[in-house]
């Protein structure tokens, strides 16, 4: 009887503690997948993958067709089962069906009930979700695809368009920490596509994590924190875009250079030169003195000049760098 | 979300789809077809034959009965079929369950409500078109069957046999091929009924067992024959010459047959959801 009672609260405050501790703890990635293989029959889709997606980050999924992209994302969701493998998602293994309960999942390939309205495929969803989200903020989520004034027409009578729009209202409907988007600009015009980037913009800035499968790479680019780029189902580069793209450089057209203005080039970065052209590489975070610095340098110097250009390499000539050389491991 | 609210989602989804898609007004007008020129013909078997005595008037009743009650069996195996095949199958191959089975729900309850929504659907036709007839052949022939409620459980029955049939083969085969070999495992195990009847008839028990065995492997036959039993006059059963009728049934079901079709169910429900659970979406 004693024992009993010293031992309950003890218990008590163990758990406590343990409570507090699991409180205080930074959340869980809203991804994390590790040693994703799959195979379908002779043919390897996915090689070994993993990465991570951060609470409130944005990460872009780029690669060539038949890369294996739809097949992460399908074994992320738990449509497809891996051969190998690991996925948490918001902290929980995918295998438990709760992991997807704050997670919203736009498909490539986007079709939903034709013998419903599109008000009746959010109620749907919100009910299966288990979510408790008022009418008005259902109203809200169609209203922000555009389809504030189909509410109530059938999805068979929808264009293309306006089914990814409603799929892109599916994903978003039951308030998702997580939102995975397999290419949702597909059907859309440019319209519309300005529309998605604004809406992952806002994404963003409420802290929601977006797996995002694109082929615009300029899309990417544009709202992308970090990118992961596969290859033949493996991953052949992930990072930063400032990671990725690496350094900048600076092109000038210059004549009048003798050899200390030279010496001066060639001291802000690696140079070439191609008749009055030079070109210095500059770091990917270069000082925002550097370039005025230079210049005011290469005059004093006596040097005359004709033309300073800020160049940046864009994310697609690094893409199909990564994937001509096919180079993995140095850019991992 | 709980398993139990997943499962009366989609079934209730399930009956939505089936009212609002056009196969519930095929459905409709073929019943509506059937019941229409059952009447007529009911009400033309009483003109006709004013001569018969009261017991023939019966047999003939009885007979025609359990043939119409096979029509609209057949328009409620083909309507289910074809209702089940596509519903998985279908939305498999048209990517709407991927939007489904990404939310908190298992496959398994997904299945099940499936099946619960098709269930309800195929037996409310079978109780509702089967009364209707029923009351039709009372008032022109004034005949009612000695055991008209267990007549119409055991057709709906039946129907839950196929359509779970239907299920399991969409699991795994393309919606219209799923919809097909039902239908056709449906039609053939009831031959394989006729042969067997024949094979008794004859004494041949070689033959007999083919009826016996195809009822095991596919219990929709047997359960027919049970409904019908329960539908037909009972004075039929001291006419020994009526037995080789395809359209009467000598003896009721046993509780034994009844028990296996309710496993025979249970196992095919249970074989779709571990087919869908290991299958890539």
Redesign the interface.
């Known amino acids: 009887m004693t024992t009993d009672h010293t031992a309950r609260p003890a218990a008590g405050t163990a758990l406590d503690v343990a409570d507090h501790l699991l409180a205080t703890l930074p959340p869980a990635s809203a991804v994390w997948c590790s040693g994703l293989r799959k195979r379908y029959r002779r043919q390897t889709a996915v090689d070994d993958v993993s990465f991570t997606v951060a609470r409130g980050e944005v990460l872009g999924l780029l690669g060539p067709n038949g890369a294996g992209k739809t097949s992460v994302i399908?074994i992320l969701?738990?449509?497809?089962?891996p051969d190998a493998g690991e996925v948490l998602l918001l902290g929980r293994p995918g295998t438990d069906?709760?992991?997807?309960?704050r997670?919203g999942?736009?498909?490539e390939?986007?079709?939903?009930?034709p013998?419903?309205t599109a008000a009746e495929v959010l109620d749907?969803?919100v009910?299966?979700?288990?979510a408790a989200v008022p009418d008005a903020e259902r109203r809200d989520c169609l209203a922000l695809v555009g389809l504030a004034d189909r509410a109530g027409d059938r999805v068979g009578g929808f264009s293309k368009g306006m089914q990814q729009r409603l799929?892109l209202a599916?994903a978003l409907v039951a308030r998702p920490e997580l939102v995975v988007l397999d290419e949702p600009t597909s059907a859309l015009d440019p319209l519309g596509r300005a529309d998605v980037r604004d809406l992952l913009l806002s994404l963003k800035t409420r802290q929601v994590a977006v797996l995002l499968n694109s082929h615009l790479i300029g899309e990417v680019e544009r709202v992308c924190d970090r990118v992961v780029i596969l290859d033949k189902g493996r991953v052949a580069a992930a990072g930063t875009l400032p990671e990725l793209l690496g350094q900048r450089e600076l092109r000038l057209r210059l004549d009048g250079v003798g050899a200390p203005a030279e010496a001066r080039l060639a001291a802000a970065g690696r140079l070439t030169r191609d008749g009055d052209g030079y070109t210095v590489a500059l770091p990917a975070d270069p000082d925002p003195t550097t370039v005025p610095d230079l210049v005011a340098d290469l005059v004093a110097l006596g040097v005359r000049v004709h033309a300073v250009e800020p160049g940046h390499i864009s994310l697609e000539e690094r893409l199909l760098d990564i994937l001509r050389t096919g180079s993995s491991e140095e850019h991992r | 979300m709980s398993t139990a609210r997943t499962v009366f989602v989609i079934a209730g989804l399930t009956l939505q789809e089936a009212v609002r898609r056009r196969v519930l007004r095929a459905i409709v007008v073929m019943t509506v077809v059937l019941l229409t020129l059952s009447a007529w013909g009911f009400y033309r078997l009483d003109a006709e034959f004013g001569t018969f005595t009261t017991g023939e008037a019966r047999i003939a009743a009885s007979t025609v009965l359990n043939l119409v009650m096979f029509g609209l069996s057949l328009i409620a195996a083909l309507g289910t079929a074809f209702l089940a095949g596509p519903t998985m199958a279908g939305e498999i191959e048209s990517g709407i369950a991927l939007a489904v089975m990404t939310r908190p729900v298992r496959r398994a309850a997904v299945l099940l409500g499936k099946w619960l929504g098709l269930v309800v659907f195929g037996s409310g036709f079978v109780v509702v078109a089967g009364l209707g007839q029923l009351v039709i052949v009372r008032a022109t022939v004034g005949y009612w069957p000695p055991h008209p409620a267990t007549g119409l459980a055991l057709l709906a029955a039946q129907t839950t046999v196929l359509l779970t049939l239907g299920l399991l083969l969409s699991t795994v085969i393309s919606p219209m091929a799923s919809g097909i070999v039902a239908v056709g495992l449906f039609g053939a195990t009831w031959i394989a009924g006729v042969v067997g009847m024949v094979g008794e008839a004859f004494g041949n028990p070689g033959v007999a067992q083919v009826g016996t065995v195809s009822r095991m492997l596919l219990p929709t036959d047997g359960l027919w024959r049970g409904a019908m039993h329960s539908f037909q006059h009972p004075g039929l059963a001291q006419f020994p010459a009526f037995e080789d009728s395809p359209f009467l049934s000598m003896s009721p079901l046993t509780a034994t047959y009844l028990g296996w079709s309710a496993l025979w169910v249970a196992l095919a429900l249970g074989l779709a959801g571990l087919a869908f659970q290991r299958r890539d979406l």
Request: cysteine-free; overall charge positive.
């Open positions: 399908k969701l738990g449509l497809v089962r069906p709760q992991a997807r309960r997670v999942y736009l498909p390939l986007f079709r939903y009930q013998w419903l749907l969803h009910r299966l979700a288990g799929g599916v």
